[in-house]
């Protein structure tokens, strides 16, 4: 058995870490003395364990509290599942390396780094920086596979599409700056933005996917999320709202 100090000391955890696990609901003691000493015994340890596993996966407190606590956990699952990702965050890991060991030789007279291999880490980096941004929300949210997915149609995109896509998207954001110009959602800018950003979006997204609703549930979401609606609110005050408006327009037309 050992008391809070002690497993803190075993641990590299704060007695204070493990006050808030037990508050939480996370790490209860086996016991506490009439000295108010919290005793953890092999089950806590062997359970303490498995929450420091997580949560240098990144997995959230919350989260795993409830994965811990669920009847009939599959620990081993769940340890197979965060093992790809650990795998898969090892192999972006080396390719970056590898990316900044050939800027560096570049950079420094040796072997020249091929524009092929620049676009290559370039679509890399801007998978990880979306994982970053938006991975855990749009996994919860959709699950692994379509988040795989848009990052599988990104990585996999030729030079040509890629160049499309930007061109596309800053078509639809300029359309859509003139549109909220004019203050009219169903006229030929605000029908050209609406356009351009669901061919934008069939970049990311299976063709399948981007049917009437879903374009219009998504860009009403960009008014639901701060993150998204700073975006569209820096292209012209009013936007998010009016860009629904828009959609909304656009499809009612098609109809």
Not at 6 to 19: I, V
Not at 194 to 221: D, Y
Request: net charge negative; charged share 30%.
């Amino acid at each position: 058995m050992y008391t809070v100090k002690e497993l803190a000391q075993k641990t590299g955890l704060t007695p204070r870490t493990l006050r808030y696990y037990d508050a939480i609901g996370l790490l209860h003691p086996a016991r506490a003395t009439g000295n108010d000493y919290r005793l953890y015994g092999p089950q806590e340890i062997d359970r303490l364990e498995q929450i420091l596993l997580y949560r240098a996966m990144g997995v959230p407190l919350e989260e795993i509290r409830h994965m811990l606590d669920a009847p009939g956990f599959d620990r081993a699952g769940a340890l197979r599942g965060h093992l790809e990702r650990l795998l898969e965050r090892r192999r972006e890991v080396e390719e970056l390396i590898h990316m900044v060991c050939r800027t560096l030789e570049d950079m420094e007279g040796g072997s020249h780094m091929s524009d092929k291999e620049r676009f290559e880490s370039m679509k890399r980096q801007a998978v990880r920086e979306n994982e970053a941004a938006y991975g855990q929300e749009v996994r919860e949210k959709y699950g692994d596979e379509a988040a795989d997915s848009c990052a599988a149609r990104v990585t996999g995109m030729t030079e040509e599409a890629w160049n499309q896509m930007k061109a596309e998207e800053e078509g639809y954001q300029a359309a859509l700056r003139r549109a909220a110009a004019s203050g009219d959602p169903a006229g030929v800018d605000a029908q050209e933005a609406v356009r351009l950003h669901g061919q934008w979006l069939g970049h990311f997204w299976k063709p399948e996917a981007v049917t009437p609703q879903a374009h219009i549930a998504l860009i009403e979401m960009y008014g639901q999320d701060p993150r998204f609606a700073d975006y569209y609110e820096a292209i012209a005050p009013g936007c998010t709202a009016f860009f629904a408006k828009a959609a909304q327009a656009y499809y009612e037309k098609k109809d």
